[in-house]
């Protein structure tokens, strides 16, 4: 199975470094030196990752054969992609790969249909789960505990406690303000 581990960034110096933009929780497994990443374009790779470095708090890589800026330049917005086998899982207890979670059922902690999830959005603050309802239309629902009870790869689906609101027109609204508007 392919997973997009990463996508490239700009050209970092005048060696053929560029910075990339990581999207797996492993970079030092998924990006290491020696690792071969097929590419979306297919046609810039595959590519092989000679070094990495961190500066700045950002990754930099440089690739084998890549060794001027305008060639680092050519790979800005390629996905990195790593061949990943599907029964593998990630070291941590309760993390997931996105190819794990995608068609997944989810329902509410008494058994209410919300939808399946179609999507998994990757934020800086947290993941949300893009969720198809049986009418077609999308909810959000972040990926946090508070909210997300429950995975059950086994029976496929995904436990829910949202708050008022989050899937539903029943919000509750608090407001400081007395009643007289003061």
Request: hydrophobic share 35%.
């Amino acid at each position: 199975m392919q997973l997009v581990v990463a996508r490239v960034g700009r050209a970092h110096g005048i060696k053929g470094e560029v910075t990339v933009e990581v999207r797996t929780d492993e970079p030092e497994l998924r990006l290491g030196p020696g690792a071969v990443l097929a590419t979306d374009p297919a046609s810039a790779g595959p590519l092989t990752i000679e070094s990495g470095r961190v500066h700045s708090g950002r990754l930099l890589l440089r690739f084998e054969g890549v060794r001027d800026r305008n060639a680092a330049e050519a790979l800005r917005n390629t996905l990195l992609i790593a061949e990943v086998d599907p029964a593998e899982t990630p070291e941590e207890e309760d993390e997931y790969y996105d190819h794990q979670l995608i068609d997944l059922d989810v329902v509410t902690e008494d058994g209410t249909e919300v939808g399946r999830i179609t999507e998994i959005s990757h934020l800086p603050s947290q993941d949300l789960f893009i969720v198809e309802r049986p009418d077609g239309s999308e909810v959000m629902i972040p990926f946090v505990q508070e909210i997300v009870t429950e995975i059950d790869l086994e029976e496929q689906r995904a436990v829910v406690a949202p708050p008022p609101g989050l899937i539903d027109d029943r919000a509750e609204i608090v407001s400081s303000r007395d009643e007289d508007g003061s």
